[in-house]
């Protein structure tokens, strides 16, 4: 989910709620304590330099029970952050933390953000030596030819 839809479901909602891939609930006393913009700037196995933006939000829980965090207040706060930080309509990502920081996707099911799960993924299959996955078609010659080496 990126910045902008973001900022749209907030202009709409009365109450923030998170869940978790698990279905829980990120408690509802929760803090948003940064607001950040990440840059990666790294070279992947190909050798193939990269430079990767995210908008960062970080979730998290005090015993402060009685403070919440309402839409019009991460707002201002996110419209405060795109002034400063310069913030570009990237995509979003969330640490909460669990066992450990864990990095979560952002979308939205019409009543709660919803973190989603991230995968890492080799970025340069095709140099790196990874064997694409073969493909084999019943009854189909070509693709078992002699010298196709699919099969």
């Known amino acids: 989910m990126k910045l902008s839809q973001t900022k749209s479901v907030l202009k709409e909602l009365r109450t923030i709620g998170f869940q978790l891939p698990n279905g829980e609930l990120v408690p509802n006393h929760f803090h948003v304590t940064e607001v950040g913009k990440i840059t990666k700037h790294f070279i992947d196995c190909g050798g193939t330099e990269r430079n990767e933006e995210v908008i960062n939000f970080q979730l998290w829980n005090a015993n402060d029970y009685d403070h919440r965090l309402h839409p019009e207040k991460l707002l201002n706060i996110i419209e405060l952050s795109e002034?400063?930080?310069?913030?570009?309509?990237?995509e979003i990502e969330v640490e909460y933390q669990g066992d450990t920081i864990q990095k979560f996707g952002l979308d939205f099911d019409g009543?709660?953000?919803?973190?989603?799960?991230?995968?890492t993924d080799?970025?340069?299959k095709d140099k790196c030596g990874i064997p694409m996955e073969k493909v084999s078609t019943i009854n189909n010659e070509s693709c078992c030819s002699p010298g196709e080496n699919c099969c």
Do not use: H, R, W
């Not at 009543?111 to 995968?119: I, P, V």
């Open 122 to 124: 080799c970025l340069a």
């Open 83 to 90: 002034k400063v930080l310069q913030l570009k309509d990237a």
């Open 111 to 119: 009543n709660n953000f919803l973190l989603t799960t991230k995968q």
